[in-house]
T-cell receptor, first 116, second 113 residues
Framework: GAGVSQSPSNKVTEKGKDVELRCDPISGHTALYWYRQSLGQGLEFLIY????????KSGLPSDRFSAERTGGSVSTLTIQRTQQEDSAVYLC??????????????FGPGTRLTVL | GESVGLHLPTLSVQEGDNSIINCAYS??????FIWYKQESGKGPQFIID?????DKRQGQRVTVLLNKTVKHLSLQIAATQPGDSAVYFCAENEPGGGNKLTFGTGTQLKVEL
């Protein structure tokens, strides 16, 4: 594919439900990142994966949030028992390399999550 | 209380003028900085980057200046065009954090015809 893709583009859910957000990175990119962007704000780092290394989960806001990356490619971000404050745009990015500065991150269009 | 984050700083410029967008970063140890442009409904798009061993870098119509003494970044856009209208974010890469980026809150650039 030409770029990072994310699905769904929009998700509306009820408070307390679980949601799964999907990210397809650029083929060959070893690093994958999840960010959250609340209305009118900058991006907040959530988690990142680099190759087969253990992911950096330091940005996950609570244990209701988890992510996995299967086969070093597609990633799924799962939010359990969603709360209204989880409403945001969830952005995924990928890059060729991590661990050293300079690996340009390419962003997907995001998934807009609305929790009613 | 008021949510400051809902009120992005806004810069309005006339088409053809130069724009300067400023950013203060937080970590004096950060060694890599990036400017991103985000149009409505889209993900951020890379504009230009700079490493901490430089104080200026130029691209096509854009220049980034880095002042490590006061932890300040600026993005200069020459001959601003309507297509430049977007929210601009600076981001810093903290050493030892892989490529994890810390983003600023953003500046809304509006280009008036």
């Amino acid at each position: 594919g030409a770029g990072v893709s994310q699905s769904p583009s929009n998700k509306v859910t009820e408070k307390g439900k679980d949601v799964e957000l999907r990210c397809d990175p650029i083929s060959g990119h070893t690093a994958l990142y999840w960010y959250r962007q609340s209305l009118g704000q900058g991006l907040e780092f959530l988690i990142y994966f680099q190759g087969n290394s253990a992911p950096d989960k330091s940005g996950l806001p609570s244990d209701r949030f988890s992510a996995e990356r299967t086969g070093g490619s597609v990633s799924t971000l799962t939010i359990q028992r969603t709360q209204q404050e989880d409403s945001a745009v969830y952005l995924c990015a990928s890059s060729l390399a991590a661990g050293a500065p300079g690996g340009e991150q390419f962003f997907g269009p995001g998934t807009r999550l609305t929790v009613l | 209380g008021e949510s400051v984050g809902l009120h992005l700083p806004t810069l309005s410029v006339q088409e053809g003028d130069n724009s300067i967008i400023n950013c203060a970063y937080s970590n004096s140890a950060s060694d890599y900085f990036i400017w991103y442009k985000q149009e409505s409904g889209k993900g951020p798009q890379f504009i230009i980057d700079i490493r901490s061993n430089m104080d200026k870098r130029q691209g096509q119509r854009v220049t980034v200046l880095l002042n490590k003494t006061v932890k300040h970044l600026s993005l200069q856009i020459a001959a601003t065009q309507p297509g430049d209208s977007a929210v601009y974010f600076c981001a810093e890469n903290e050493p030892g954090g892989g490529n994890k980026l810390t983003f600023g809150t953003g500046t809304q650039l509006k280009v008036e015809l």
